[in-house]
């Protein structure tokens, strides 16, 4: 219930379901056709406020008004780049917590990468995200408004959404499939489960729970290096969960799910990056269904950590490509604007400090 209320305390109505939502309207002596209407103009129609809802009464909009609170996000920052046309957006929360989201265009649709926690605790050593830890999860409709609020400012469909700003979705599980299950709503803005792609760093209890939700959307584990010891170098969480737990995991996911499997890895030079490793990797990775996401690490000030020279990410793809594993090297999106997960967030907090 905590999840469903807002700072001071009160029910938070974009947090709740369809089915919650007729039970709290027609508690207040509501039609359930009224729920309908409230719902669409919350998950479909981007209402701001309640006096948004120009077609309920003036009575009903002051009683929701006294009743519930209506997530909007403040939008205090956006960055547009030069590159590739991708925005970068920073959104204010009711507590003052700040967070960040992107919104790329592709030729198949507009994406937006969402976060899922102000801050993170998982502690990637390459990650900005977590530099200063986790302030708090977020609630479903903070994460459905950062879609809502972009769509609204683009004045374009988003069509993909992809779990990978900041935070670790997989720590904040109730929140992140409620807010699965709101925005594939049909009578939300109804993007397909196949459009929506959660990235992990490998909770293994939360990912074999997430595959039994009837739920198939993409799951992508961060995985970034090919055994347990490079690992624990880059990502604490493998202290945790080792490989032998992760990837049959995975495997479940998939068996369940039918949906093919995205293994994400960031390239460090010297760290990940040699042709033993590729060699590794396809051997770990076959028969898994899997494709294979090289991103070059994306160096952030705090840490010092180098990208891998050109060549070694050509021949580190090679050697995955030669033993049969899908491969693409991701192309970088919004480099001029703060690329890296969280590097946007951060420095606007150290500027308000
Ligand atoms: N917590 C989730 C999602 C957040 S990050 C997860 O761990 O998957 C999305 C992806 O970007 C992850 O694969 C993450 O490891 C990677 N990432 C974060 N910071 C990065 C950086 N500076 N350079 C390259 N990849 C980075």
Not at 63 to 74: E, G, M, N, P, Y
Request: proline share 3%.
């Amino acid at each position: 219930m905590l999840d469903r209320l807002d700072c001071a305390g009160r029910p938070d109505i974009k947090s709740f379901t369809f089915e919650e939502l007729e039970e709290e309207i027609t508690a207040l002596g509501e039609k359930s056709f009224r729920a309908k209407q409230i719902f669409a103009w919350l998950h479909a129609r981007g209402a701001e406020s309640f006096d948004g809802m120009t077609d309920l009464s003036a009575g009903l909009r002051q009683r929701l008004k006294d009743s519930f609170a209506l997530t909007a996000l403040k939008t205090v920052g956006e960055r547009v780049s030069a590159v590739d046309g991708t925005r970068k957006y920073l959104f204010c929360l009711e507590d003052g917590n700040v967070i960040e989201s992107v919104w790329m265009k592709y030729h198949h649709g507009n994406s937006v990468c969402i976060s899922s926690q102000a801050g993170c605790r998982m502690g990637c050593r390459f990650c900005a995200s977590t530099l200063d830890g986790l302030a708090r999860n977020l609630r479903a409709s903070e994460m459905l408004d950062q879609i809502y609020r972009i769509q609204a400012m683009t004045g374009e469909r988003v069509s993909n959404v992809v779990i990978m700003g900041s935070g670790e979705p997989l720590d904040n599980y109730d929140n992140v499939v409620r807010f699965l299950r709101l925005i594939s709503h049909e009578k939300g803005l109804n993007i397909s489960a196949r459009n929506l792609t959660l990235s992990t760093c490998g909770l293994v209890p939360q990912i074999r729970r997430l595959a039994g939700e009837g739920l198939p959307i993409t799951l992508a584990l961060s995985l970034h290096a090919p055994d347990d010891e490079t690992r624990k170098k880059l990502m604490p969480i493998a202290n945790s969960y080792p490989l032998d737990e992760v990837i049959p995991a995975c495997r479940f996911y998939y068996e369940q799910t039918g949906r093919r499997l995205t293994f994400e890895y960031s390239l460090v030079r010297g760290v990940n990056d040699s042709l033993s490793q590729a060699q590794d990797l396809a051997r770990l990775l076959k028969g898994l269904h899997g494709h294979v996401n090289l991103i070059p690490v994306n160096p952030i000030k705090e840490r010092d950590f180098v990208q891998s020279r050109q060549e070694a990410i050509r021949d580190f793809k090679n050697v995955l490509e030669k033993n049969g594993i899908n491969v693409t090297i991701r192309r970088e999106m919004g480099r001029d604007i703060g690329g890296a997960c969280g590097q946007l967030r951060k420095s606007y907090m150290e500027g308000a400090r």
